[in-house]
DNA sequence: CGAATTCCTGACCTTTCGGTCAGTATTACA
DNA sequence: TGTAATACTGACCGAAAGGTCAGGAATTCG
């Protein structure tokens, strides 16, 4: 931590402006508003105050912001996962609820780009490559499923991959809704899930 | 009965080819698979083995198509509510899990306008509307929760809102992978998400 | 046969798209 | 002051978008 970390002004040389992390959130967040191919550059550009060649300046294509966004998504979902791994002490139960914990820390930490993963059709070759990336890491959240119930933790009458897409539906479903200032935190909303999921919303 | 209810061949007069109905339904399929902002008329006409033009003989435009999609959708949904709300017999708990189930139903026997619906995201005048109408069905949803809530049948540490938003976030989420030729019909799904989400998933 | 009916083609229109480029404006530093 | 660095404008480009239209092709009915 040598170099500043907090939003220090960092004096920069020329004119001042936009830098190309502020572009690519506004982008991102225009995207998950209108859809990424409903939103044209000259909406951007309108959205960011300037116009549509500006935006040539920060970033090379409007691709590349649909890549970073879907990349820090991506990476994110893709290290609550290798943590889970690793963590070889506790019970593959455990091990789940974490990964469940931690999807939906990252949703809530990276809203906007993990709203935008789970919006990707699959159209061009930025979408196919994010599609297998993501089939990646839902197969290993599925593993994860399958893994407690081996263990008898879990309810063996249900198949356990479709257990694992009931789970993680409503973990994904929290985008839909959820916003950054709204009335649940992530350790709440995480909460919530696990207690429905887990236990169930019947009352005993 | 009296008509033909079976799929006749319905001998009409001139040269033979395609009907609205059909050309509604690729549509909306190549909706789903490529997004609707993505998907040209020319993509469409391709799909249906035709020139662009060809397509305003059989319908006046690409938001028409939305909207028959959209309306199709949102009429079976709201109709499992009327009947929900009618049937005052059984306990709120009852008509929730038959909420539930209804709309499960609707969205395996009309996957394609389900998912067409889920994906919209308001830019035009026709997804406006149809997500003022959805708004109204989630908040009647959300009324059933709270009124099972409330009779002491469903745990009440939870928001009844926030209830709502996980249960049929996990029913929605059906539509991301569920295939008319899959492994699961709709009881099997409908009994699947009760299981996870009234009883929970650790084994007792 | 001819007429009515339905379906489809191909050329064309206007608008908007993602993107380029040459030039200008505004700043920090020497 | 001047020079290097960074940020932006406005005119423009080829391609693709949604949609129109006049006419031709295939069928049923009388």
């Known amino acids: 931590m040598t170099t500043d970390s907090a939003p220090a002004p960092a004096p920069r040389r020329g004119r001042p402006g ?3 992390a502020t572009v690519l959130r506004r982008a991102i967040d225009l995207f998950n508003r209108q ?3 409903a939103t044209s550059m000259g909406d951007l550009a309108a959205e960011l105050g300037f116009t549509k060649s ?3 300046h920060h970033v090379p294509s409007k691709t590349h912001l649909l890549k970073e966004g879907l990349d820090e998504a991506l990476d994110n979902l893709s290290a609550v996962l290798d943590r889970a791994d690793a ?3 506790g019970s593959a139960y455990e091990r789940l609820r974490e990964a469940v914990r931690g999807s939906i820390e990252v949703l ?3 809203l906007p780009a993990v709203t935008l993963l789970l919006r990707v059709r699959g159209n061009g070759e930025v979408e196919q490559e994010a599609l297998r990336r993501r089939r990646i890491i839902d197969d290993r959240l599925a593993e994860l499923v399958q893994a407690a119930v081996a263990e008898g933790a879990l309810i063996d009458d249900l198949d356990p991959y479709l257990i ?3 789970l993680f539906g409503m973990v994904n479903s929290l985008v839909e ?3 950054p200032d709204g009335r649940y935190d992530a350790r709440q909303l995480a909460d919530a899930v696990a207690a429905v999921a887990f236990d169930g919303l019947v009352r005993r």
Chains 1, 2 share one sequence.
């Open 18 to 20: 936009y830098d190309q």
């Open 35 to 37: 859809g990424y191919d």
């Open 54 to 56: 500006a935006i040539y």
């Open 87 to 89: 963590d070889r002490s």
């Open 108 to 110: 809530v930490d990276h």
């Open 164 to 166: 694992s897409r009931l």
């Open 177 to 179: 809704w959820v916003r």
